[in-house]
């Protein structure tokens, strides 16, 4: 399992929460999402044979987040 975290500007609703954590949970490959509202933060665990934390960052900056770094583990 790899790990990545992606750091987004600062999230405005809890609803911003539910969305992206529940459109990376249906992504395959992707075991885990936790995001953390207060420092707008995502946090992935994924299968790297399957996707990679690329394509993560592209679902997320497609929903209309803007991604200012990340980083893989």
Not at 10 to 34: Q, R
Request: charged share 25%; with cysteine.
């Amino acid at each position: 399992m790899a790990k990545a975290e992606f750091q987004l500007e600062p999230l405005t609703c809890p609803t911003c929460v539910k969305k992206i954590e529940s459109t990376l949970t249906k992504a395959k490959g992707v075991d885990s999402v936790k995001v953390l509202f207060s420092s707008s933060k995502v946090k992935t665990e994924f299968d790297d044979t399957q996707t990679n934390a690329e394509k993560l960052k592209l679902t997320i900056e497609n929903l209309g987040y803007s991604v200012l770094t990340s980083k893989v583990s």
